[in-house]
């Protein structure tokens, strides 16, 4: 078997933006680049600044079963919880036939799924929307609006999601991220920053209260657009999950990679 080229890419932008939204948070994460395994974690609350990724191409079952006992090694010798993405395409058949058996073993529990996605946007208008005005996010005022808005769309808890942006300089200067505004209330949001000579789109989430209205696809086309005029990027990735997979095709991106997120077996 050979990795589609758009799933190879998928996982560099990971292990590439993680490196940087992982440093963001906590200056000495553990950052590593071992054989087969990526590790960006930064020990932090928010559970998503907490991931170990399998890297190694057209791995098989033997090769696989040995990565996630030291994915799983890991993350038990870390204070806080996080995830193991694994991107299906890396592996070959067997491997996959096989996956289930190997994360049990390794004492690793499925999740949920996600899918990588991909699209070149040469020509971007300006997005508009006529419930919204679009806030850059720049105050610790918008980081816990940002954050609450995670909280609400995934359930996660409160504190946990602020904690995981208080503070940030790279929220507010060097990524692109905003706010969709209706009637003075934060409804939705979308961030961009370049990773690898791409933008990667990071963290769009809308509140359940105003879900399907089309805020969460015209606050990214925002974040795409402004991080697009501010780079000279064009081609843009991004990771799903299955409640946000069908809105990206709408802005033109195509689906490349399964993903499978894991936690530690006994963790929340």
Known sequence: MTVPAESAESVRQLTTAWRTLVLDRE????????????????????GFWNCVTLTEPEAGAESVGHRLDQAADIMRAKKHPGFLWLFEDLLDDEARSALEAAADR????FAFPGTGMAADLPRLPEPAHADLTFTRVRTEEHLRAYADLQSRAYGLPLEECRDGLAGSALWKNGIHAYLAVRGGEAVACAATLAARGRLHVVFVATDPRWQRKGYGEAVTRKALHEG?????LTRATLH????????????GFEPNTPIRFYGLQGTA
């Open 27 to 46: 200056a000495d994460a553990d950052v590593r680049d071992l054989p087969g395994i990526a590790v960006r974690w930064a020990d932090s609350r928010f």
């Open 228 to 232: 697009a005029r501010a780079t000279g």
């Open 106 to 109: 390794a004492g690793l529990r």
């Open 240 to 251: 799903a999950t299955a409640a946000g997979a069908p809105v990206y095709p709408r802005i």
